[in-house]
């Protein structure tokens, strides 16, 4: 009768660690701008011992991916919020109005602070500033949600069509990520932020205007 008990306290404390261990990891990534901590340091941290590290983690790599992976969660949970929020009734739901949505969505989240983190916390990885791969795989987790979720919602509005305007905006999202995070150095200031300003106006308006061919001499 007291297995379950024991058990349950076990797991908790269990749990209680690995938080520990992983908000160590993101204080000290932050007081110095990029996971360069030793497993000793990050143990004394987060007052545990290296033993404890290794039971839940195979090495300092997978504290960082797991870092990388709770917050690219976390984007693509705020993003849904933000669309919910501004959702079109699906009575009405058409092409134009659900590109305002995500367009909406993505100006009412704070991305520059999650791209701002994701850079920091993958700093020095293979791929250089930005980690495309990393900003792609946050993007095409909220492409799977919303277009699913709009393509529940409307009958209206063909899958295909949802898919490519969907994932137009958020592979776009992706790109200028890395553009960003290149001219700004990932900052969270007034004039990086109004860096994103520029690069997210500049993608919505290609998105929504297209490439129309060039006109001919003729004007034909």
């Given at each position: 009768?007291?297995?379950?008990?024991?058990?349950?306290?076990?797991?908790?404390?269990?749990?209680?660690?690995?938080?520990?261990i992983l908000d160590a990891a993101d204080a000290l990534i932050a007081e110095r701008g990029a996971p360069r901590f030793s497993v000793d340091e990050?143990?004394?941290?987060?007052?545990?011992?290296?033993?404890?590290?290794?039971?839940?983690?195979?090495?300092?790599?997978?504290?960082?991916?797991?870092?990388?992976?709770?917050?690219?969660?976390?984007?693509?949970?705020?993003?849904?919020?933000?669309?919910?929020?501004?959702?079109?009734?699906?009575?009405?739901?058409?092409?134009?109005?659900?590109?305002?949505?995500?367009?909406?969505?993505?100006?009412?989240?704070?991305?520059?602070?999650?791209?701002?983190?994701?850079?920091?916390?993958?700093?020095?990885?293979?791929?250089?500033?930005?980690?495309?791969?990393?900003?792609?795989?946050?993007?095409?987790?909220?492409?799977?949600?919303?277009?699913?979720?709009?393509?529940?919602?409307?009958?209206?509005?063909?899958?295909?069509?949802?898919?490519?305007?969907?994932?137009?905006?958020?592979?776009?999202?992706?790109?200028?990520?890395?553009?960003?995070?290149?001219?700004?150095?990932?900052?969270?200031?007034?004039?990086?932020?109004?860096?994103?300003?520029?690069?997210?106006d500049r993608l919505v308006e290609t998105v929504r205007t297209g490439y129309p061919a060039a006109r001919g001499p003729d004007g034909t």
């Amino acid at each position: 009768m007291t297995a379950a008990p024991a058990l349950d306290r076990r797991a908790a404390l269990k749990a209680r660690h690995r938080q520990a261990i992983l908000d160590a990891a993101d204080a000290l990534i932050a007081e110095r701008g990029a996971p360069r901590f030793s497993v000793d340091e990050l143990a004394e941290r987060a007052d545990v011992s290296r033993r404890t590290i290794f039971n839940h983690f195979s090495g300092l790599d997978q504290v960082v991916l797991t870092l990388g992976t709770v917050a690219i969660t976390n984007a693509v949970e705020e993003f849904q919020t933000a669309t919910a929020a501004v959702a079109t009734p699906a009575a009405v739901l058409t092409r134009a109005s659900l590109f305002d949505e995500v367009t909406l969505a993505l100006r009412s989240i704070d991305l520059p602070a999650v791209i701002a983190y994701l850079w920091r916390v993958l700093e020095g990885g293979s791929e250089g500033p930005g980690e495309p791969n990393v900003m792609q795989d946050v993007f095409s987790r909220a492409t799977e949600h919303l277009s699913a979720d709009a393509a529940r919602r409307s009958s209206e509005v063909d899958d295909l069509d949802v898919e490519l305007l969907v994932s137009s905006l958020m592979h776009g999202i992706a790109v200028i990520a890395v553009h960003w995070v290149r001219r700004t150095d990932g900052a969270l200031d007034d004039a990086s932020r109004a860096v994103w300003g520029e690069l997210l106006d500049r993608l919505v308006e290609t998105v929504r205007t297209g490439y129309p061919a060039a006109r001919g001499p003729d004007g034909t």
